[in-house]
């Protein structure tokens, strides 16, 4: 795939709908389709992450291929339409908070500006508002008496490839932040319905790598960066003989041993990376002077949850890792 320059970028952001240039589309929503260009997408997930995935128990990310946002054709199953409508049925009946955020949007606009993706591009359908109505009109013209009857009228649309081409697009351009319920005054969270976005492209095989790598690492070796047991334990080695050589204090951290009161889990990053290196010696010498009967796993060696970026199913199962 394409790697896009710079200027190209300069000019994406000056030539299309933006909060700087004050840009707005010249059509509604429903009428401006998505466009995929180098460097306003994130790249599908990798063959081999999505075909080990998918054998995993308790979890289904089928369709795995290499594929293109870019390209015309997806490369979907036959039935991609009536997978996802019943993927949606099944999700309104499992979780009544979908079902209300569907249902109870005023239009208010009080979560407009507290999207970071929106204030960043100036793109309406980047609006938690807007994102969730890419949801709710297919929900609207599938499962509303209203939106059966009068269709675009009264706000619902069919699903389309086009409209599941807008799904991919805006729902990997939130980060579940849920700033944006905070000022709603219905408490819609539009996270959650990002969620639900993202689990109903996984069903037809629209992921990217950025998510699924990590979440195909932590389900491995427990961490998202894959990192073996062996070398976990030995990084936390090294960042106790640091804190010796800087302080005198000898720190002796016990790794997987039943009976701890405290089992102890962190973001890898704190172990592996800088400044969370830093907090990690921190707390190592916290605990020693605290007398803290504490152990770490070398097998739920990952605080970060990437199962949330992806599915309710996949952030059970690496939530479970910490009782094995
Ligand atoms: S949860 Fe998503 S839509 Fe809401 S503010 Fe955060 S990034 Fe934006
Ligand atoms: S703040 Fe809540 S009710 Fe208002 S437009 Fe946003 S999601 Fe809808």
Redesign the pocket.
Known sequence: MAVITKDELSKNVAEEPSMMTGSTPPKGWMETPVKFKPGNYAYPTKVDKLEYLNSQQGVSFPNARVWNPEDEDWKLPANWKEIIINGLADRLDRFRSLKIFMDCCVRCGACAD????FLGTGDPKNM?VL?AELLRSVYRKEFTLAGKLLGKMAGGREMTAGVLKEWFMYAYQ???????SVFCPYGID??EI?MMLRELLHMVGCGINWAMEPVSNSNRTGNHMGLTPQAFKGNVDFLCEDVESLTGVKVNPTFNRKGAEVLFITPSADVFAEPGLFTCMGYLLLFEAIGLDYTWSTYASEGGNFGLFTSNEMMKKLNAKMYA
Do not use: L
Request: proline share 6%; aromatic share 6%; hydrophobic share 10%.
């Open positions: 507290k999207c970071h993706f938690p994102r939130c980060t579940e932040c849920r700033r944006c539009t996270a990002t």
